[in-house]
């Protein structure tokens, strides 16, 4: 029965992926929805992007290990959500553009809004192996398959979520997930609280110290954690691209702060989680601790249905992402540089061969590293992704009149270029992240104060 609900579940997740194709008339409405998405259809895309495996399985993994520290990644996704709400949202409505090395392109000029765009998919292409990888680990222990196997149904599955629909089919597909993991969440959320009286036993059972103190792994580190999500999901085409979906930008707006307020809740339900099963079943591995938790409590119907929840979760966070990197490929490398005057039909006939040559690119990857680490796959796509492309994108939406617009080439290079190396030279990975950062911040912020002096100069003369 579990396994046939599961099965069920995702099968249903796959034909909504298929009925987005209906909406596409064309790349407009492949790439945005045509910008004439309401709120539900935003906050759909967002929750079906945001949350991934990382907000359910990893917080609950977290959480078996240090207890209520582990609300950080969740707390980081709140705060960007309402940052994309308060200010992305507001500034979308006044600059229609489909993707962030636009925006940088028209600041900073050509060259870096390619450098950007590569730079930015690869960032984007890391983590959607991770989301694989993640997802080929419950398969595996689920439905008692072989890697090759599992990669090769997921990858099917999440390239069918946009390929047909794009971002009409993660929409569907993010709408569907939404409605499963809240059912999921409020579900295990009862069971926890009324059924196993699991929060008394939490409660009793840990010490305050390291469990109840959200600062555990230190000030400076788990502040680090949700300062690096923020940034993350900041510097992320997906989500940008579910924001200037938004007919408005009331629409845009409201739908970043609905998503905010959805995601709470799973991550609190999920923490409790995992510190529960650390006191049941400490012996097993961390990660096993939210799927084995609905395996254990509850019916094997629902149960079935809410694991695939978790493992839609993660694909449907690939799909996005595989999205965001064809969009950028498409309309900042392709149609630029190589087919300037390409026909509607055709931007959308290589939309979709990009689509699927990402799939079939993360099976072989996937396939070849299956034993790799999940977070390792996660923090290097942050490299890729924050550093060459939050500080520029900043600068050119809110100073863009201050800055030297020959210095964004070269802060979208420098970051990630002194992050790799901060790593290659034996140095923490979590501070190479901000080391890429102050490399790009300096290189922005001195070659503007060059700009003024030089500015000042001319009219002294």
Not at 211 to 221: P, R, T, V, Y
Not at 376 to 401: E, N
Request: charged residues 10%.
């Amino acid at each position: 029965m579990l396994i046939l609900s599961a099965t069920l579940t995702l099968m249903i997740t796959g034909v909504a992926g298929y009925l987005g194709k209906l909406k596409v008339k064309n790349t407009k409405d492949f790439i945005t929805g045509g910008n004439r998405i309401g709120v539900v259809g935003v906050t759909s895309m967002l929750m079906g992007s945001i949350i991934g495996g990382a907000s359910t399985v990893g917080t609950a993994q977290m959480a078996y290990n240090r207890g209520i520290a582990a609300i950080w990644f969740i707390l980081g996704l709140c705060v960007s959500s309402i940052i994309l709400g308060l200010i992305y949202s507001k500034y979308m409505d006044k600059e229609r553009m489909d993707t962030i090395p636009q925006i940088i392109g028209t600041t900073y000029g050509k060259k870096s809004r390619t450098a950007a765009s590569v730079l930015l998919s690869i960032g984007m292409f890391i983590h959607i192996n991770g989301q694989v990888i993640a997802v080929i680990a419950l398969f595996t222990a689920i439905f008692n398959l072989n890697v090759v196997s599992s990669a090769l149904i997921v990858t099917i599955l999440l390239v069918v979520y946009v390929v047909f629909g794009g971002f009409w089919g993660s929409t569907l597909v993010g709408s569907v997930k939404t409605v499963l993991l809240y059912g999921t969440s409020l579900i295990c959320g009862y069971i926890l609280i009324f059924h196993l009286n699991g929060v008394h036993e939490i409660l009793t059972f840990f010490p305050k110290e390291p469990w109840f103190n959200i600062f555990s792994g230190g000030l400076a580190e788990d502040l680090a954690s949700g300062i690096a999500t923020v940034v993350g999901v900041l510097s992320t085409q997906t989500y940008f691209q579910a924001v200037v979906a938004g007919k408005d930008y009331k629409t845009s707006r409201y739908s970043a702060f609905l998503t905010a307020f959805f995601v709470l809740p799973v991550g609190i339900v999920c923490t409790l989680i995992g510190m529960y099963m650390r006191i049941h079943y400490p012996n097993i591995s961390p990660r096993e601790a939210f799927p084995l938790f609905l395996l254990n409590y509850l019916n094997h119907g629902i149960g079935g249905i809410s694991i695939a929840t978790v493992l839609i979760s993660s694909i449907a966070t690939g799909a996005g992402l595989a999205l965001g990197v064809a969009t950028m490929f498409v309309r900042d490398v392709y149609k630029p540089l190589i087919n300037e005057g390409i026909s509607d039909k055709k931007e959308l006939y290589i939309l979709r061969i990009s689509i699927v040559c990402i799939g079939l690119l993360s099976l072989f990857i996937v396939i070849q590293n299956k034993d790799s680490m999940i977070l390792g796959w996660g923090f290097l796509s942050m490299v890729f992704r924050a550093t060459p492309i939050f500080l520029p994108l900043t600068a050119a939406m809110f100073f863009k009149d201050k800055i030297n617009k020959k210095s964004g080439f070269y802060a979208i290079l420098g970051g990630p270029l002194s992050s790799v190396l901060w790593i290659l030279l034996g140095f923490g990975k979590i501070s190479s992240l901000y080391i890429g950062l102050m490399v790009s911040f300096f290189i922005l912020f001195f070659s503007g104060k060059l700009k003024i002096l030089t500015s000042k100069n001319e009219i002294n003369k």
